[in-house]
């Protein structure tokens, strides 16, 4: 009996001292999602490549702004939104203590202003997308006078650019086929 009891001393605890100590995470874990809104450009990426649906984007065009809403009940936490985020607005943070008191506490919510065409002057993109591609342009080689003159093309919605493009060809460039 005594023999059983060193042996037990010897070995020490085998449990956690959880909740009452931190629980130590393995390195590359994958928990919690934490999103930096400022980061964000409100270009869907991650939506679409969320599998479970735990991201949406509502664009409301009366108010001119797009929402993107996280919903930390649905996540499974796969990391797919933090590898095609553009500008790691997303990162999966070690933290996997998700507890709520209410439902509501496991949402997060951005709203992003939306740029107006030039031509017809309809909320279509996101004024933080267009400025991120303003700057990719500059960063790619284009100075910043040869970007600000196609500035315009971006801030035209597609509807407008389909009935410019289709105005600017001429009727003898389509041949009949029989």
């Not at 999966?92 to 209410?102: I, K, Q, Y």
């Not at 970007?147 to 001429?170: G, H, I, N, W």
Request: net charge neutral; aromatic share 8%; charged share 25%.
């Amino acid at each position: 009996m005594f023999k059983l009891l060193k042996i037990i001393r010897k070995a020490g605890e085998a449990t956690e001292k959880y909740p009452f100590a931190p629980m130590p995470v393995s390195p590359g874990f994958r928990g919690k999602p934490e999103f930096t809104a400022e980061q964000c450009i409100a270009c869907a990426a991650c939506v679409v490549a969320c599998p479970p649906n735990a991201l949406t984007m509502h664009t409301n065009t009366e108010r001119g702004e797009r929402t993107w809403q996280l919903n930390l009940g649905r996540c499974i936490f796969c990391g797919r939104c933090e590898e095609v985020c553009p500008t790691r607005a997303i990162a999966l943070s070690p933290d996997f203590e998700l507890a709520v008191g209410r439902k509501e506490d496991l949402m997060q919510r951005a709203t992003f202003s939306l740029t107006r065409c030039v031509a017809c002057d309809t909320p279509f993109a996101p004024s933080k997308e267009i400025e991120f591609t303003m700057a990719l342009m500059v960063h790619s080689g284009l100075s910043e006078a040869e970007a600000e003159a196609m500035r315009p093309q971006f801030e035209t919605c597609p509807d407008c650019k389909r009935k410019q493009a289709l105005c600017s060809v001429e009727p003898e460039t389509f041949v009949k086929r029989g």
